[in-house]
Nanobody
Framework: QVQLVESGGGVVQAGGSLRLSCATS????????MGWYRQAPGEQRELVAM???????NYPDSVKGRFTISRDNAKNTVDLQMNSLKPEDTAVYIC??????????????WGQGTQVTVSS
């Protein structure tokens, strides 16, 4: 069983920066995708950033130009650099992993989430 552990959340002022990290319990082999979702109270969970094992990335328009996702396959981590933060970025940020193993179907994993609060 793969476990995802997030860190780096906190409280920052508008315009500030935070760097979130997500560590896996073991090295990942083969095709996979990792990323971040966020969920604010009373709102739907939404994609923030995604990166594949091949390095392709995906961002919604709401964070393009401000957030950057990266991964270190040797360390089994994925990071999210968040710059120019806005109050509307306030949410619980949740790490996500999807694997495509050779002998079974795709599987998904979710972390527990880390709180990000941006004050005005």
């Amino acid at each position: 069983q793969v476990q995802l552990v997030e860190s780096g959340g906190g409280v920052v002022q508008a315009g500030g920066s935070l760097r979130l990290s997500c560590a896996t319990s073991g090295r990942l082999f083969g095709v996979n995708a990792m990323g971040w979702y966020r969920q604010a109270p009373g709102e739907q969970r939404e994609l923030v950033a995604m990166i594949t094992s091949g390095g392709s990335t995906n961002y919604p328009d709401s964070v393009k130009g401000r957030f950057t996702i990266s991964r270190d396959n040797a360390k089994n981590t994925v990071d999210l650099q968040m710059n120019s933060l806005k109050p509307e970025d306030t949410a619980v940020y949740i790490c996500y992993l999807k694997r495509f193993p050779v002998f079974s179907g795709a599987t998904e994993y979710w972390g527990q989430g880390t709180q990000v609060t941006v004050s005005s």
